[in-house]
């Protein structure tokens, strides 16, 4: 009783044999991210419209607490503002901007640098 050797072989031949068969130039190195084929919608965030358009230097999303800092930030100068300019008083600037007169006072005791 004779055998088909090289059906048997066909049979037995596993991905990494076919590797070794094929050009290098058509497998990755891994595979396919399954976020590559996703078609991603450019929305921007609270800063700026377009992420891809966007003047800053890292993105608020890559920073620890990103948004968080700047929001304080921009409070803290609009307080610093309102005491320097205007000559408010630290109750007169919690009551414009709504908050407690021990935060307006934190936001003069550290100012931006």
Request: positive net charge.
């Given at each position: 009783m004779s055998h088909d050797t090289s059906a048997m072989h066909v049979e037995t031949?596993?991905?990494l044999d076919c590797l070794d068969a094929a050009p290098i130039a058509e497998?990755?190195?891994?595979?396919?991210?399954?976020?590559?084929?996703?078609?991603w919608r450019d929305t921007g965030c609270e800063l700026h419209p377009s992420c891809l358009n966007c003047p800053e230097e890292t993105c608020i999303y890559d920073e620890p607490r990103g948004?968080?800092?700047?929001?304080?930030?921009?409070?803290?100068?609009?307080?610093?503002?309102?005491?320097?300019?205007?000559?408010?008083?630290?109750?007169?600037?919690?009551?414009?901007?709504q908050c407690s007169?021990?935060?307006i006072q934190r936001y003069l005791a550290n100012p931006p640098s």
């Open positions: 031949l596993t991905y497998f990755r190195s891994s595979p396919p991210s399954p976020y590559e084929f996703v078609n948004m968080q800092v700047r929001r304080k930030l921009a409070r803290t100068l609009q307080a610093l503002s309102l005491v320097r300019s205007e000559g408010l008083t630290v109750e007169e600037v919690a009551q414009v901007m007169p021990r935060t």
